[in-house]
Every structure is written in C-alpha cells, then in structure tokens.
C-alpha cells in the first residue's frame, strides 16, 4: 500500500506505472466483458442463440472448447493489454449514436 502514496508524491519507478496499468486494464476489461453489447435481448441475438445450439450439436468437444473457451479467453488476453484502445473505442461508438 506504500506504493500509492509514492504514486501520488512523485517519485513512482516504470514497474509501479506497470503494475497501476495492468490493475486498472484488468477492472476495465472487467467492466467492458459485463456490459458488452451482445447480451442485450434482441430477437436476432436470440435466433442466433438457436442457431448455435444447433450447430454445436454437429461440432466434436474439442472444437467446442476451442471457440467457447480457449478463443474468448485469448481474446480477452490480448485485449487486456490494449484496454486503454479498445475503451477508446467505445466510447467513439456510445458518442456516434
């Protein structure tokens, strides 16, 4: 906790602006996985539900796991990284409507 009061005073080294960086990209990714678009209840959300349903049935575990586990998390990875970008963008968006 003595790092948040050298954050402030002036004197902050590369790994503290590190460390503040990844903290707030992991609660802003957090925030942005929460309230993202694609869980909003529309009738094409839903029919794309079924239709999923249904070809998930005809897919072998493995691809399963691959797209509903494996992709989504290195995704959210690599997004995290790039939080302040892609913040940015969602904001553009929000601001376009």
């Known amino acids: 906790m003595a790092w948040i009061t050298t954050l402030f005073s002036g004197s902050v080294s590369w ?15 957090t925030i942005l996985w929460t309230k993202r678009a694609s869980r909003e209840r529309t009738f094409a ?11 998930d049935q005809k897919k072998s575990a493995r691809q399963r796991f691959l797209e509903k586990q494996l992709m989504p998390a ?24």
Not at 19 to 29: C, E, P
Not at 84 to 94: K, S, T
């Open 45 to 55: 959300n839903e029919v794309a539900v079924i239709i999923q349903r249904e070809l």
């Open 15 to 29: 790994q503290h602006w590190l460390l503040v960086y990844l903290v707030v990209g992991a609660l802003a990714m």
């Open 74 to 97: 290195s995704a959210l990875l690599f997004a995290w990284l790039f939080w302040p970008l892609i913040v940015m963008g969602r904001i553009w968006v929000a601001w376009r409507r």
